[in-house]
């Protein structure tokens, strides 16, 4: 079975030409990278990144920060996905195991893996990502850096603290000796003036590159900071057991065009 693109046409470019092109301006944007990626790396220090899900128009100049880097270092046998449910519908930690198409081809699925991963708190449910869109968006970068890749996609509906640990926790046991990179896709602050946003995703920023979790989650909260995607992050941040990480970029929507209210987004990569 192959779960089909749900986004394509509206977050990206749904032909394989116009997305490659979309892709490489992304790279090349004054608020991107600045070039395209050289030669695969071999260092394979990267075991985690932050990456954000937005439309490419918006969010795909920092994204771009993430994939460089990570081919800079080097691409590992398997990347596991985490996304944030925006529809609220399905498991509460999902799973998926049918292949993800978009116009750039078909992704595979380190089946292995999701045997390994599959149990009573992360649950295969193919449904919860038809229409989700925090998953699909990292793949065509993914696919720009190499036709081979291999994911586990996990769809992600109860952020509470406890239940994205326990994923971390069970994420860190199954990657233990494998060679993988865990993504968590996310957007920091939703619909703020861009003053806010800048201060408020500081603030959540610093706790990812200080690898606390524990404190990332209160700041959250007591910050109000609409942050989509926390429970990946936390997760993420748990299941790769960093020693250090690094913010490659930070900008908002308002820095790609004037509005009053902005979406901020980042590139972390922890290593």
Known sequence: MVRNAAVAGQFYPGTKEELRRKIEQCFK???????????????????????????????????????KALHQDGLPDTFIVIGPNHHGIGASVALGDE??????????????????????????????????????VQLPFLQYLSEDIRIVP??????????????G??????????????IASTDFSHYVLK??????????????????P????????????????????????????????ELLKYATSGDIMAMRDVVGYASI???
């Open 214 to 245: 524990g404190e990332l989650y209160r700041t959250i909260r007591k910050e109000n900071i609409s942050m989509c995607g926390y429970g990946p992050v936390v997760a993420m941040m748990v299941g790769s057991d960093y020693s250090s990480a």
């Open 99 to 136: 292949e993800f198409k978009t116009p750039l081809g078909t992704v595979e699925i380190d089946t292995d893996m999701v045997d390994e991963l599959k149990g009573e708190l992360i649950q295969v449910d193919n449904n919860t990502h038809i229409n989700e869109h925090s998953i699909e």
């Open 29 to 67: 944007h004054e608020l991107g990278p600045g070039s395209l990626p050289g030669k695969e790396g071999n260092t394979r220090e990267i075991k985690g990144l932050v990456a954000p899900h937005a439309g490419y128009t918006y969010s795909g100049p920092v994204a771009a920060h993430a994939y």
């Open 269 to 271: 990569a922890c290593r």
């Open 169 to 182: 926790r069970i994420l860190k046991k199954a990657v233990s000796n494998k060679d993988t990179v865990i």
């Open 195 to 212: 003053r806010i946003a800048e201060e408020r995703d500081g603030m959540a920023i610093d706790k990812i590159i200080a690898n606390d």
């Open 154 to 167: 996990i769809c992600v509906t109860k952020q509470d603290f406890e239940t994205v640990v326990e994923m």
